[in-house]
């Protein structure tokens, strides 16, 4: 029973993450769901756990993409690529205003 309900919140926090997919909703929920259907018969409990274990990666991944695609867009409206200089000619930059 404790696997059921680890299993259901991983589908429910994958669906939720689904929904900012890059790719979109209608590519990633029949793919969640054919993972998903493809194991259903699995009763073995090592292999649950493994499965459980992957699906929580694959939570971790998920994320990282997403953070990582905030963190680009903030960098891109702050530093424009005009403006980005090497560290030599900031510090030249720096030396040549005082």
């Known amino acids: 029973m404790a ?3 680890r299993v259901i919140n991983l589908y429910k ?7 900012d997919y890059p790719l979109g909703w209608d590519y990633f929920r029949p793919r969640l769901k054919a993972a998903f259907m493809k ?3 699995v009763k073995d409990p090592e292999k ?5 274990a992957r699906g929580n ?4 991944e998920i994320e990282t993409l997403y953070m990582l695609k905030k ?3 903030l ?7 005009e403006n980005d200089l090497t560290i030599s000619e900031f510090t030249k930059k720096i030396e040549s205003d005082l």
């Open 3 to 5: 696997h059921r309900n």
């Open 75 to 81: 960098k891109k409206r702050y530093y424009s690529s």
């Open 13 to 19: 926090s994958l669906v939720h993450l689904g929904h």
């Open 48 to 52: 649950i756990e493994q499965l459980i």
């Open 57 to 60: 990666f694959v939570v971790k």
């Open 39 to 41: 194991n259903k018969d």
């Open 71 to 73: 963190y680009r867009t």
